[in-house]
């Protein structure tokens, strides 16, 4: 066998290679044109989230759709106890994505789904807003007489978090407020309601200048763990599954990072 039909064949080795390799990056629901591929994947996916999910969600719904161009994704954002109280009660929802493995074991044990993963991990951050009236440094401050103060509501994840937070840091702090979820805490900042508010580090990234971070030391902070599931009533099961796919793959944790949460 000559040169030339050796280096023919190494180019084809390399070429097909390189192809296996493109395939198995491809996303879900993706195909060269004109290849005749077709995406089974059609219908509405509906999903119960978070509401500390809401930017990235949204973002990856929208690629998700446009993958999948069947598929029409509706979006439920709320405090995660008050989603699984709805899920366990028949509200009728495809996905369950939780901020709280609490809250997703409440809905396992109601037999609304077999099992999660965990996809991410969020901790907590003090917001204040950008002038920082009150002089806000730390956890302690948040304990000071006459400083205003927004936390969630006790059995919501960002208000159970935050109570872990002041258990480590050995203060009592009396809020003027107590939230439904971590968005509407966080819009006190915004509105200058209050002077400060305990809410997810990922939360305060999205709200860019309209609010100012301080940071919980490694010591004291708190961290949840976000599970998602394919509920068991799902309407479109296959839907389910493919856009709980599409957050555990690589596109899920690029946005993921970028909004600031971490990996389980």
């Known amino acids: 066998m000559n040169r030339r039909i050796l280096a023919v064949l190494a180019a084809l080795a390399l070429t097909a290679a390189g ?65 699984a109280l709805q ?22 044990d ?55 937070v002041f258990d480590k840091a050995g203060v009592t702090v009396k809020p003027v407020t107590l939230e439904p979820d971590v968005k509407a805490a966080l819009i006190k900042v915004e509105t200058k309601e209050v002077d400060a508010a305990v809410v997810y580090l990922t939360d305060v990234r999205a709200a ?12 004291l902070n708190a961290s949840t763990d976000y599970p998602i599931a394919a509920l068991a009533k799902a309407g479109n099961p296959d839907g389910a599954q493919a856009f709980v796919d599409y957050v555990l793959s690589a596109t899920g944790r690029d946005v993921l990072a970028a909004a600031g949460f971490a990996a389980p």
């Open 110 to 164: 109601a037999k609304a789904a077999t099992d999660s993963t965990t996809f991410a991990r969020n901790v907590l951050e003090i917001a204040v807003p950008p002038a920082n009236p009150a002089g806000v440094t730390g956890v302690a401050d948040l304990a000071r007489s006459g400083v205003k103060v927004a936390l969630c509501q006790s059995q919501v994840p960002c208000g159970a978090t935050a109570a872990k």
């Open 87 to 108: 899920i366990t009660q028949g509200a009728p929802a495809d996905v369950f994505a939780s901020a709280s493995a609490k809250n997703m074991t409440q809905v396992i």
């Open 19 to 83: 192809c296996g390799s493109d395939a198995a990056s491809e996303p879900a629901g993706t195909a060269p044109a004109g290849t005749g591929w077709t995406d089974s994947i059609a219908g509405t996916v509906t999903v119960f989230a978070a509401a500390s999910l809401t930017e990235s969600f949204t973002s990856l719904a929208a690629k998700f759709e446009a993958i999948h161009p069947g598929i029409h994704v509706t979006l439920n954002f709320g405090a995660s106890s008050a989603l």
């Open 208 to 219: 860019g200048a309209k609010v100012k971070g301080i940071p919980i030391p490694d010591a």
